[in-house]
């Protein structure tokens, strides 16, 4: 997950920044490094006062190696994490319908796969963004894993309500069968604004007028709503979050999903 969680349609998550993946920094991460360094900081200029010699020897040793602050870090982050995944996990354990295939999803591969992936995302997201060519790859190497889309836009501010009418607009074109290359075309634009997207529909062979009627509709409203309403049950706090068989990936990483979805199938 690399974005806040923050539906404007809809109930919604707690607006926590999550920490997934250590290529992608957070609030949290920051937060947690304002703290170790503050921790530091005061051990440090306590040091001298300690009796013994005992805090000049360690103050001498963290000025020789600045490295433990960042393993302190690395472990701080790992084990938020372990304890994010593990709430997830425990969350959709106790809610197993939230993670029932929604038939008014986009989901490609077989309906009674042995293995099913879920990916909740925004198009607006930079982490969504940076996986999603690999991610669409795992999905042609697994014709036999049932892959599932959850279009959750978050990142929407004020007036600016892009992710939404991005999600919206995708769902149209499923409806039209035009899902995928809707999806494609959405992740490779750097910047998404409504004339963009409507571009895009109109490139990919949607009826834009149709898309348009859909996309206004109550039923697509009370689509992402749900959406959104199962994020935040499970406690998801940001993009991109996937589940294998309903449970969390602790990373973003498609290598991750990959080798996840290999373990299922054993």
Known sequence: MTDDARPDAAPTPSPAPSKPSPSWLNGKALGGAALAVSLVALGLSAAPYVTGGFGE?????????????????????????????????????????????????????????????????????????????????????????????KDWPILDRG???????????????????????????????????????????????????KAQAAMASPDMTRHVADIHTTAATLGLQGTPTFFINGKASPGIDPREVGALIEAAKR
């Open 57 to 149: 020897r360690v103050r001498a040793y963290l000025v020789q190696n600045p490295q433990v602050l960042d393993e302190v870090l690395a472990a701080r982050e790992a084990h938020e994490n372990q304890n994010r995944v593990a709430a997830i996990d425990a969350a959709a354990k106790a809610n197993p319908s939230l993670l029932a295939v929604d038939a008014r999803d986009p989901s490609f591969g077989p309906a009674d796969a042995k293995v099913t992936v879920i990916e909740f995302f925004d198009f607006r997201c930079p982490g969504c963004k940076a996986v999603a060519h690999e991610y669409r790859a795992l999905m042609a190497a697994h014709p036999e894993v049932r892959f599932v889309f």
């Open 159 to 209: 007036d600016d309500v892009t992710s939404q009418y991005a999600a919206r607009a995708a769902l149209a074109a499923h409806q039209q069968g035009k899902y995928l290359a809707v999806y494609d075309a959405l992740m490779n634009a750097r910047a998404l604004d409504r004339e963009a997207i409507d571009r895009i529909l109109v490139e990919s062979g949607v009826d834009l007028a």
